[in-house]
C-alpha cells in the first residue's frame, strides 16, 4: 500500500554531533560506523531522511571542520571536499584551466543548491546524475580518503561502484580532490541538458582533450544520467586519439557514445531521447574543447 510522506519534518529520532576537528570527526565515524551519517551540505542526506529513505542514529555535521575547505594551486589542484560548489565555480584558477569543472558548478541546480552543497558531497552522494562526477572524471582527478589509522587516494573512475554506492569504508572521510596541471595544448567542456536549469540532468557529458596542431594526442569523454555510474566512453576516445580533429572526427565518436551508454527510461526521460541527446551533446562538447585547446587557454 502506497504510503505519503511529509517531506516537510524530519520524522526519525537521531543525535547531532558537530565537531571541532578532523580528528573528532574520524574518532566519531570509526565509533558509530553504519550507524552515523556524515552531513556536509545536507542538500541529499535531508531529503533522504525526510523522505524516510535514511534513518540514522547519528548524523555527524562537517560545517565546522575548516581543513576540509579551500582550494589550494601548486603541482595541479586540490580542493577541499566542504568546499561548496559555489566557490568552486567562482574560483579564476578552476575558470581558467579546468573549464569543463567551472561548467558542470555553473549548471548546479539553484544558486541556494550550490551555495549549500559540497563537492565531496556531490562525490559520495553518487548519484548517476552527479554534475561534478564527470568533469572531474575527464580531469583525471583522484579523491583522497582518511580514517583515523590513514588515507588512500583512489582515482575517481574506480570510486563509484553503484547508483549510490562508493568505494568509501566504514568509518572512512573524503578529505580533497585532486586534479593534475592541464599542459599545454588542453581545452575540456561540460554540456548538460535537464527538463529545467535547476532540475537533475537528464544527461550530461564533459570531455577534455589535447591538441598538437590538427592532431589530437589524448583525449577523455565520459557522461551522467546514462549508466549506473558516471561513465567513461573508452572506445570513442580511442577513435580520436592520435586522428586529426574535426567536425567528422567528432560526430564519429558521439554516435560511438551514443551506443556504448545504458540509458533507462524514467521520469524525466527516455532512453531513446537519451541516447540521442548524448550524441549531440558529446559532439558540441569536442567542438568546444578543440576550440579551446587551439587557443590555448580557457582549458
Known sequence: ?????????????????????????????????????????????????????????????????????????????????????????????????????HEACQAFSTVQIMVMGTLGGNLCNASPAADTAPALLVLDARVDLVTGEGGRSVALGDFFTGPGRTVLAGGEVMQSVTLPEPGAGTGSAFLKISRVVADIAQVCAAVRLVRDGDTITDCRIALGSVAPTPLRIGRAEASLTGGNGGLEAFERAARIAAEEIRPISDVRATAAYRRHAAGVIVRDALTTAWRRAGEGGGK
Open 1 to 101: 500500500m502506497y504510503m505519503a510522506t511529509n517531506t516537510h519534518i524530519l520524522v526519525p529520532e537521531f543525535d547531532y554531533r558537530r565537531p571541532g576537528s578532523l580528528s573528532e570527526v574520524l574518532a566519531l565515524a570509526a565509533e558509530h560506523g553504519d550507524r552515523a551519517r556524515l552531513i556536509a551540505g545536507g542538500t541529499d542526506l535531508l531529503v533522504q531522511m525526510k523522505m524516510e529513505r535514511d534513518a540514522p542514529s547519528l548524523v555527524i555535521s562537517l560545517a565546522g571542520i575548516e581543513e576540509l575547505r579551500g582550494i589550494a594551486s601548486g603541482d595541479g589542484l586540490t580542493i577541499g571536499a566542504m568546499t561548496t560548489i559555489r566557490d568552486v565555480a567562482g574560483s579564476a584558477t578552476v575558470r581558467r584551466q579546468y573549464a569543463a569543472l
